[in-house]
């Protein structure tokens, strides 16, 4: 493969003074040609590779350019590796290849086995099992047009189902709790705005530039205010339901009942999102108290019935 081809004369270049393009045409079996190709696309990356011709002449790298490998521990390079290639399955992009194949240029040839087995240690795979389809081009066109300076145009569907149509300079992805957000500056509300990329639709770059504006990052830890809403309720689960709910509470608020139950200290907010977490387990979770939300809980379940008995 050509990737793995350039990742090698890089590390050849980097161990190596001077080489010449027909020993390593020899070396990978290609054409001198070939060589020459591979070394432009490497020079395009930002590896800067220069060339002398006669006696003794072939390609290297510029020495102010070249980092001592011992710089990095095994920890450090697998680290990066890790990071880099988990990014790379769900934001894909020129930069990402050549960031990875700049890293692997400072492995060393016999560590190399021993660093890829600590990044292969920790998989980080963001793409989603199913689901919305735009997602990974969505984060594409957008991650363009950042770097563009580039306004999107798109709809946008609110948490009560309301549509309008926006135009936005985007300045920052953000992905959290498994979601993908986008941070923009809203020509609609004339404010900045956390957009969740699955509430946007028709999202297309235009080709009108903005100036960026100063702007802070969106506040993303709402752990206080959580905190300060959040109240405790007792809800009796089915086993076959247990790992659904470890998802939201830690299994210490877990006490068994019988056989098949527990008894669970469930963390809740009085809001449409958190009956909308009880009625997803389904007849296998009860709300035991307080007395308020299973009287709610059984108003919204009846209402739902009475829209199949129609």
Not at 80 to 99: K, P, Q, T
Not at 253 to 272: K, L, T
């Amino acid at each position: 493969m050509k990737i793995d081809r350039l990742v090698s004369i890089i590390m050849i270049l980097l161990d190596t003074k001077i080489i010449g393009a027909q020993e390593l045409a020899d070396r990978f079996e290609v054409s001198p040609r070939t060589i020459y190709r591979d070394i432009d696309t490497i020079n395009m990356a930002g590896i800067p590779v220069r060339s002398t011709s006669g006696v003794g002449g072939g390609f290297e790298i510029m020495q102010e350019y070249k980092v001592d490998k011992k710089v990095f521990s095994t920890a450090d390079l697998s680290a990066i590796l890790m990071g880099l290639s988990s990014l790379s399955s769900m934001v894909r992009g020129d930069e990402l290849v050549n960031a990875l194949a700049k890293v692997r240029s400072f492995i060393p040839a016999d560590r190399a086995k021993d660093i890829e087995l600590h990044a292969n240690q920790i998989c980080i795979d963001l793409r989603p099992w199913m689901g919305n389809r735009n997602i990974q081009p969505y984060l594409e066109i957008i991650k363009t047009a950042m770097q563009e300076n580039k306004l999107l145009s798109f709809i946008y569907t609110d948490h009560h189902g309301n549509t309008t149509t926006r135009k936005a300079e985007p300045y920052q992805l953000v992905l959290k709790n498994s979601h993908w957000y986008w941070q923009g500056y809203c020509h609609t509300r004339n404010d900045f705005r956390l957009f969740k990329l699955s509430r946007t639709s028709k999202l297309q770059m235009q080709e009108e530039h903005f100036t960026p504006r100063n702007h802070q990052k969106p506040q993303l830890d709402v752990t206080d205010i959580i905190a300060t809403m959040q109240t405790h309720i007792k809800i009796r689960i089915h086993a076959s339901v247990m790992d659904r709910v470890l998802d939201y509470c830690p299994y210490e608020q877990f006490s068994p009942d019988g056989d098949e139950h527990f008894i669970v200290d469930f963390p809740f907010i009085e809001n449409d999102y958190h009956y909308d977490i009880l009625l997803g387990f389904g007849n296998q979770c009860e709300c035991l108290e307080p007395l308020t939300i299973r009287s709610e809980m059984k108003r919204r379940i009846d209402a739902m019935a009475t829209i199949y008995e129609r």
